[in-house]
């Protein structure tokens, strides 16, 4: 009885290994489909923005591969001598600098309190602080428009800036908490014998060892915040906008402009590309740890 | 979740850390009052921008949300029975409802899908970073992107060039918009664009048909150089068609020669004297025609206006009806990766030893991915199916940037709704404020989730 079940078992592995061979071929060419598709888009771009106006409103971008001679950087002179973008650009940095770092000291003082100091009503907090991941940011922009139309706010990089914090900072706390837990206790316990107040903990023990979280928080944050349009969208004007909403407007006048519009929002792209590709992995662990906002 | 995958160097003690804790159940810091005090310095900014930026507007969104437009009016629930009944606001809950049934879950399979078949290839991590990088790209940048790829104009749009060549290679490509015939030769364009003689044509003669009126660089490909057609046979009716146009000029009006070009794939259609098809034929390369099996007698010779209607020119992608699947599309093309890289570290961290037995028990590969992968992983399709749904829920930006501003009403969802009533023009805060509190009531079922699941965590 054990002969034929040998005999079935090779026949298997035989007609296995040349399953196994097409389906690597298949497979392939399946992934290098989809590899083309989710580049060309992209790409599209990029030739695009290497195309004076004239070429964009009349042909399309594929035509460069059988008329090189087209491609030019002119946009790009253009769009460097363009005051009110690069002014948006300046205001993008000058929104999403301050929107991170506020947003990892903040959420790194408020997550070494939720993981290492007992204090009365702790854990209620905490799950206030989960129930905050999920609000839709909608929910503020009509009342902080009021309150920063009251407060004098409206318009200004600031107002954008604190708005940007407040919504990075559940996921903050959520994040580095979770990570200042898994710090071993007798470290903490060795220095508070010692005397260090908690500053200091903080500061020589908590950050140091904390630097993976943050780092991945850092890159998160900055990604969220230089992408954004909706916020800025609202709480800017015409000389404090980031940008992802001058291009927006931009979008008013489809078709003449797709010049400034592809090397435009190329150039937004160049930054948190090269953020991406540099720190993929802090990325990716962000988005692991709290995949919820 | 809990930051599990997070933290490498972490990770290994954590166990012992674990223990530890266990142990050390006493506070960390003595003395209740400063031990309160000390948290609360650490805890004050953020809770205090919390409390400004977040808490506040909910309730004052709940309040808000009461009143009508001019702030001044209770109207009760008013403005909650206005979302539903206001077609363009009921319109956007619809739509949104479409992405939410559409969108993460085509991603979510997309993602497994990608992430599986990625572990067979030895380009995995190119292709890994091809499919997760438009994340990184904003979502203004992505509809830049689409809206582009998506123009209606063929010449301009790359979806719609494809659409067109690929139409092209199956039709024959033979369309001749705007032809008209020669004058003054007994052939005349009718009112409903066709083209027929003017007197009946024996059986057994031949039918010229001379054309002006496009340009001899339209022509298809396959035009070659005109030529008389055979003499007809007795049941048979033939002639040739042909641009009767000399570039440069020159040429003898309604005679071939002087290398005029046929017309290829025309069809041609005899008419019997009650207006009726009887048979037909089609042009070849050099714009010759037979039609045969014809009985004796007379019969009107015509070119049917489907010759000259306007050809192909694609689909018209960014209209009302198609919109928001483009966006949707766009969407797919900005997340697939997220859920792609969130189920691969998922498979990653699989103990595989489960499926190498099965497999050497002699199981399938679609029955080890059935009944072992699947199951195994499907707490990470549960987190990457509820990350996806609250962020569509929310979705605004690709829906706001892609539609041209004649097609925006119809693709609008509650975000983008949100914002037209409150501050694109509607100033309408109350019932943007409802909308915004819908939203809120919308992703609640989710909080609840991550509020136990966090639980959960914590208890293991």
């Not at chain 2, 977040?54 to 309040?63: A, E, F, H, Q, T």
Request: one cysteine or more; glycine letters at 10%.
């Amino acid at each position: 009885m054990t002969a034929p079940a040998g005999i079935v078992k090779a026949r298997r592995s035989v007609a296995g290994r040349i399953l196994d061979f097409f389906g690597r071929g298949v497979v392939n060419v399946v992934l290098i489909i989809v590899a083309v598709f989710w580049l060309v888009p992209t790409i599209g771009l990029f030739l695009s923005s290497l195309r004076n106006s004239t070429d964009n409103s009349q042909t399309g971008w594929w035509t460069v591969f059988t008329r090189p001679a087209q491609l030019t950087i002119e946009n790009y002179a253009n769009l460097l001598g363009n005051a009110q973008f690069m002014g948006s650009f300046v205001n993008t940095i000058a929104i999403t600098l301050p929107a991170t770092v506020l947003v990892v000291v903040i959420g790194s003082l408020a997550g070494y309190a939720f993981a290492w100091i007992r204090f009365p009503g702790r854990d209620w907090l905490l799950i206030v602080v989960i129930v905050l991941l999920a609000v839709p940011l909608q929910v503020s922009l009509i009342p902080i428009a009021r309150l920063y139309g009251s407060i004098g706010l409206f318009g200004s990089i600031l107002g954008v800036i604190l708005f940007h914090t407040a919504y990075g900072l559940p996921f903050a706390i959520f994040l580095l908490r979770n990570f200042f837990t898994q710090i071993p206790g007798e470290m903490l316990e060795a220095a508070r014998i010692d005397g260090a107040s908690e500053w200091r903990i903080f500061a020589r023990i908590i950050l140091p060892l904390g630097l993976p979280a943050i780092a991945s928080l850092s890159i998160f944050q900055f990604l969220w915040t230089w992408n954004d349009m909706l916020v800025a969208l609202i709480f800017t004007n015409a000389t404090s906008q980031p940008v992802t909403v001058a291009i927006q407007s931009q979008l008013r006048q489809f078709g003449a402009n797709i010049d400034i519009l592809s090397s435009g929002a190329f150039l937004s792209m160049i930054v948190p590309l090269i953020v991406f590709f540099a720190f993929q992995r802090f990325f990716v662990s962000a988005l692991l740890a709290g995949s919820t906002k | 979740m809990s930051a599990s995958g997070l933290a490498g160097q972490a990770q290994a003690g954590r166990e012992s850390v674990g223990v530890l804790r266990r142990r050390n159940s006493r506070p960390p810091l003595s003395g209740g009052r400063r031990t309160l005090v000390t948290a609360l310095i650490f805890l004050a900014p953020a809770l205090f921008l919390l409390g400004v930026l977040i808490g506040y507007p909910v309730v004052y969104s709940l309040w808000r949300s009461l009143f009508d437009a001019s702030g001044n009016v209770f109207v009760g629930a008013g403005n909650y029975l206005t979302m539903f009944t206001d077609p363009a606001t009921f319109l956007s809950i619809r739509n949104n409802v479409i992405w939410v049934i559409v969108a993460p879950i085509t991603c979510t399979i997309l993602g497994l899908i990608f992430a599986v078949l990625m572990n067979r290839i030895k380009w995995a991590t190119a292709f890994k970073l091809i499919v997760f990088m438009p994340m990184a790209i904003s979502m203004v940048a992505s509809g830049v992107i689409f809206r582009t790829l998506f123009q209606e104009n063929p010449d301009l749009g790359a979806v719609n060039a494809s659409l067109v060549s690929i139409h092209g290679w199956f039709s024959g490509g033979a369309a001749y918009p705007g032809a008209r015939p020669r004058e003054n030769l007994d052939i005349t364009l009718q009112k409903d664009g066709s083209i027929l003689t003017d007197s009946a044509v024996r059986a057994g003669s031949e039918q010229d048909f001379p054309l002006v009126g496009i340009l001899g660089t339209t022509l298809p490909d396959n035009a070659k150089t005109a030529v008389a057609a055979k003499s007809a046979a007795g049941g048979e009716i033939t002639g040739t068609v042909w641009l009767d146009f000399v570039t440069g000029g020159g040429g003898a009006p309604g005679q071939l020669g002087d290398h005029k070009k046929g017309l290829p794939g025309v069809t041609v259609d005899a008419v019997d004297s009650s207006g009726a098809v009887v048979a037909s034929g089609t042009t070849a390369d050099d714009g010759s025609y037979a039609i045969g099996g014809l009985k004796s007698g007379s019969y009107k010779i015509g070119l049917p206006a489907s010759n000259f209607t306007q050809g192909y020119a694609g689909v018209s992608w960014l209209g009302p009806t198609l919109v928001t699947a483009v966006i949707i599309l766009a969407y797919i093309w900005i997340w697939a990766g997220f859920a792609m890289v969130m189920i691969a570290s998922g498979l990653s961290a699989m103990d595989i030893s489960l499926q190498e037995a099965a497999r050497v028990d002699g199981a399938s590969e679609w029955q080890v991915f059935r009944r072992i992968t699947a199951p195994l992983l499907s707490p990470v399709l549960i987190v990457v199916f509820i990350t996806l749904i609250i962020n569509v829920l929310k979705i605004f930006d690709l829906v706001y940037v892609i539609p041209p501003g004649s097609s925006l009403p119809a693709a609008s969802v509650i975000a983008v709704q949100l914002w037209t009533v409150s501050f694109g023009g509607g100033n309408d805060q109350g019932l943007g404020s409802a909308l915004a509190i819908l939203l809120l009531v919308l992703v609640l079922p989710f909080m609840i989730i991550n509020v136990r699941r966090f639980r959960m965590d914590r208890e293991r």
